[in-house]
């Protein structure tokens, strides 16, 4: 992949709306991916379309819902949709390269809850049926294909920052069976909190974490970070947990993991459905020691697979998630209309 993978981007449209993303926030990913595919200093950049095995639409989410919607009156998606739709419009009618795949070539990226959307709430269904779309949001009972779509990261990004694992305390003194801090966010959340918050000294569950005690620092004397859906299913601290060397239990249902392609996600986290919300101590205990320490070697080794590099490096969260794209490119002949 690495020496003929190529990547077009469209240079149609303005900023902020196209050509430009957040990279902070946990929209952060979409600016950041953006910003490595247009600056051109990637051997992924195709430098003449003709080159490509695929095709960006730099449309940057994030950025149509926080200048269009302000002030935010509406939840409704129809100006989202319509300017998609128009730019989606302009570079088929203007370029070959839409029409003769009908879209199954081209990829949209974004971590903004809304993204899904842009499809599934389109009144014009057929224009995006075959277009990559690679999402936080891999809900796969909202239309979610992960045959078709690519499953990203949600990261907490800090403006033109790397982003690296910190490892954490060794498994020996991870004193904290498992650590949870969050507000009341959706359905999940609000049953963890309402179960096990302030109930259990080995499961650490805070809505607010007191002030004498740290985020990150809990997240690195844990054994287990619990990381529930909010209301989309995917979330900051998965990543997190990650960098910080806890084994992630993702509480999330119907959920596509990033990177599953690749990475075996029962070999470094935990699965658990949200109905055994109740049963979170006994399964987390149930772990052997042995398991538990395979585990743990095992988020240090992908630790890599998510990092988050300027200017981007080989393996890292930049490549994952052009390697699944690549993946799904491979496939293309089969889902052509």
Known sequence: MVKRFKVWTYWEGEPPLVHEGPTESIYGIEGYFMQEVEKGNTSFSASQPDEAHVFFL????????????RPLVTYARDLLVTTVNNYTHLISHKHPFWNRTNGADHLLLSCHDWAPDISKENPDKQLYKNIIRALCNANKSEQF???????????????????????????????????????IHGSIRETLIQTWKGKDKQLQVYEQLPPNLNYLEMMERSKFCLCPSGFEVASPRTVEAIYAGCVPVIIADAYEPPFSDVLDWSKFSLRIPSEKIWELKKVLQSVEEGKYLRMQRRVIQVQRHFEVNRPAKAYDVFHMILHSVWLRRINISSIRA
């Open 145 to 183: 294909n992960p045959s078709k779509d690519v499953s990203i990261p949600e990261i907490n990004l800090r403006a033109s920052e790397s982003s690296h694992p910190r490892q954490g305390q060794h498994p020996e003194n991870r004193s904290v069976l498992a650590f949870f801090a969050g507000g």
């Open 58 to 69: 730099p449309i940057s989410v994030s950025n149509i819902v926080s200048r269009l919607y």
